[in-house]
């Protein structure tokens, strides 16, 4: 059996981002997670860095090397989203001060150093948020790009277009200038956009075999699913909202689950109408270089029955 896929993840925790966290480790035949880093974004950096730990806590994983990175956008104001994630960024369960530390040092340190130590293209960096840390990490080490194995994802959108403006994404918007350098950079890149997220939803029967699982990492998970849908039942009407960041780790575990094509992504940075968007050359109309693999379709049952089945390892 091949050895498990080392990753880092980076991430604004977002009860979606906490079901991505879940389904890593849930997942340890297939998943080492070497650390996960805190970026500003869904909610403002004192609190992603604090749900990492309440996260980590609830999983019985007080051991994940755990580091506070950016407090807000290379170039820009912190855009946040309260109004969806609550004032948390995990409201639903009754949460604790969590009492696992945060280590010393900085999340962009910890990035490039763990991509100097470990083997050139083992290192894969899993991104649910901005791409604040990357970018950073980017800059101040070009050396680390061609050591990525792959980058994968969660941001952007297509055929979807924009879920905090007409035109962009959250994750996109939030920090678009660093969003260009981690799509200039050369680095393999497999793109979650919105197109494939929101086939992806969490209607009722679904929570309710979650729910069936009875174990704390459940419970919590539920509580956190049925607070996030109402904002999204609210805005799509549709039974459960989409659960964005899980894809990215699905993605790893189970590919076959995916399907997508390679292209071309340009990110907007200047335009005031539609800064953040992500411009995807899906019908190949340009010679720009593709680079990026951009998933457009997800076998939804398949997905929510790997989370499902992963929760319960918990």
């Given at each position: 059996?091949?050895?498990?896929?080392?990753?880092?993840?980076?991430?604004?925790?977002?009860?979606?981002?906490?079901?991505?966290?879940?389904?890593?480790?849930?997942?340890?035949?297939?998943?080492?997670?070497?650390?996960?880093?805190?970026?500003?974004?869904?909610?403002?950096?004192?609190?992603?860095?604090?749900?990492?730990?309440?996260?980590?806590?609830?999983?019985?994983?007080?051991?994940?090397?755990?580091?506070?990175?950016?407090?807000?956008?290379?170039?820009?104001?912190?855009?946040?989203?309260?109004?969806?994630?609550?004032?948390?960024?995990?409201?639903?369960?009754?949460?604790?001060?969590?009492?696992?530390?945060?280590?010393?040092?900085?999340?962009?340190?910890?990035?490039?150093?763990?991509?100097r130590r470990e083997?050139?293209?083992?290192?894969?960096?899993?991104?649910?948020?901005?791409?604040?840390?990357?970018?950073?990490?980017?800059?101040?080490?070009?050396?680390?790009?061609?050591?990525?194995?792959?980058?994968?994802?969660?941001?952007?959108?297509?055929?979807e277009v924009g879920?905090?403006?007409?035109?962009?994404?959250?994750?996109?918007?939030?920090?678009?200038?660093?969003?260009?350098?981690?799509?200039r950079a050369g680095?393999?890149?497999?793109?979650?956009?919105?197109?494939?997220?929101?086939?992806?939803?969490?209607?009722?029967?679904?929570?309710?075999?979650?729910?069936?699982?009875?174990?704390?990492?459940?419970?919590?998970?539920?509580?956190?699913?049925?607070?996030?849908?109402?904002?999204?039942?609210?805005?799509?009407?549709?039974?459960?909202?989409?659960?964005?960041?899980?894809?990215?780790?699905?993605?790893?575990?189970?590919?076959?689950?995916?399907?997508?094509?390679?292209?071309?992504?340009?990110?907007?940075?200047?335009?005031?109408?539609?800064?953040?968007?992500?411009?995807?050359?899906?019908?190949?109309?340009?010679?720009?270089?593709?680079?990026?693999?951009?998933?457009?379709?997800?076998?939804?049952?398949?997905?929510?029955?790997?989370?499902?089945?992963?929760?319960?390892?918990?």
């Amino acid at each position: 059996m091949a050895s498990p896929r080392k990753i880092i993840i980076d991430t604004d925790p977002g009860q979606d981002d906490a079901a991505a966290i879940m389904l890593a480790f849930g997942s340890p035949e297939e998943i080492e997670v070497l650390g996960i880093t805190a970026v500003a974004g869904n909610v403002p950096l004192a609190k992603t860095s604090r749900n990492v730990r309440l996260l980590c806590e609830v999983c019985g994983r007080t051991d994940t090397k755990v580091f506070a990175g950016a407090d807000k956008p290379i170039a820009r104001p912190l855009v946040t989203a309260e109004h969806v994630h609550g004032k948390t960024g995990l409201d639903g369960p009754e949460w604790w001060e969590p009492t696992m530390p945060l280590q010393d040092g900085h999340a962009v340190d910890f990035i490039i150093d763990t991509l100097r130590r470990e083997p050139e293209g083992t290192v894969t960096l899993c991104t649910l948020g901005p791409l604040t840390n990357i970018a950073l990490a980017l800059q101040k080490a070009p050396d680390i790009a061609p050591r990525v194995k792959e980058l994968v994802m969660m941001g952007g959108a297509y055929f979807e277009v924009g879920n905090i403006t007409p035109a962009a994404e959250f994750n996109i918007y939030v920090d678009p200038e660093a969003a260009a350098v981690v799509f200039r950079a050369g680095i393999p890149i497999v793109m979650m956009p919105l197109d494939v997220t929101h086939k992806l939803l969490t209607l009722k029967r679904r929570v309710a075999r979650m729910a069936e699982i009875g174990t704390k990492a459940a419970k919590v998970m539920v509580e956190m699913l049925e607070f996030f849908e109402r904002f999204d039942i609210e805005k799509y009407g549709s039974d459960g909202g989409p659960l964005h960041d899980p894809s990215v780790i699905a993605y790893l575990i189970r590919p076959e689950l995916f399907s997508g094509r390679d292209c071309n992504v340009e990110i907007e940075t200047q335009s005031e109408l539609t800064l953040g968007m992500t411009v995807v050359d899906w019908w190949k109309v340009t010679d720009r270089k593709v680079n990026a693999k951009v998933i457009g379709d997800a076998d939804a049952e398949g997905f929510f029955n790997l989370l499902t089945e992963r929760l319960g390892r918990l």
